[in-house]
């Protein structure tokens, strides 16, 4: 799913823009409620009955609950791939920036991803499901996991080609080092956005987290960091 402009754009599973209002507002129900009670844990009813249409009105718009659940992950992965940088303009991000921005402005992205309503839902969806369907476990591997780190060890490795880390590091290592304390930590903000707690502590706990990792990476330069 993309935002423009307040306006939430979703996408089928062949990547075409939906219009249709009524479907929107099943795939949206269908958040609601996959968020709460799980995908097994929902029926075609519940939805229809949020939506206020007949349940055979919905197999107009979807073949099955599958293939409702389907488009919603297909958007997420979408959604996903908006909250890494673009790859396209990295070698210019990083040549601007120092590591420390850098990783700021990854987390800045990430929390503006986060506030989103229908992203916090799926987000839960996602969590809920993660051992139950296979597709949101793969999701979460390949979408979250992997091409997170996949893109931290492009970025290290150009910062030490750029003279800003240290270059002996392993750029694996480091996107590892990184990025594993912070999935917990963006699991904690999970759960408290959910529960309409405040983020302050965690968002502290990030903060610490990249001032000491920028400690330890960066080089330094009169005894001051980068």
């Not at 979703?10 to 799980?38: C, L, M, Q």
């Amino acid at each position: 799913m993309q935002i423009h402009d307040n306006c939430r754009v979703y996408v089928d599973i062949n990547d075409k823009p939906i219009t249709a209002a009524t479907k929107i507002k099943i795939i949206e129900a269908g958040i609601e409620f996959f968020s709460k009670k799980g995908y097994s844990g929902v029926s075609v009813r519940d939805i229809t009955k949020e939506v206020g249409i007949k349940e055979s009105s919905l197999y107009k718009h979807f073949k099955s609950k599958e293939e409702l659940i389907e488009t919603i992950f297909f958007n997420f992965r979408k959604a996903c791939v908006e909250i890494l940088p673009p790859m396209d303009n990295l070698d210019t991000l990083i040549a601007g920036m120092s590591l420390h921005v850098f990783l700021e402005k990854g987390w800045d992205n990430f929390k503006r991803h986060m506030d989103d309503p229908i992203n916090q839902k799926t987000w839960q969806m996602i969590y809920l499901e993660l051992f139950r369907h296979p597709r949101a476990m793969e999701i979460y591997r390949v979408e979250v996991v992997e091409k997170t780190l996949d893109c931290l060890e492009l970025v290290f490795a150009k910062m030490a080609e750029a003279g800003k880390i240290k270059p002996m590091m392993n750029s694996r290592v480091l996107a590892v080092e990184y990025q594993y304390p912070l999935f917990m930590m963006v699991m904690d903000y999970h759960l408290l956005k959910s529960q309409h707690e405040s983020t302050e502590k965690i968002e502290q706990h990030v903060a610490d987290h990249i001032h000491f990792f920028v400690k330890m990476t960066e080089l330094q330069r009169g005894g001051v960091v980068d």
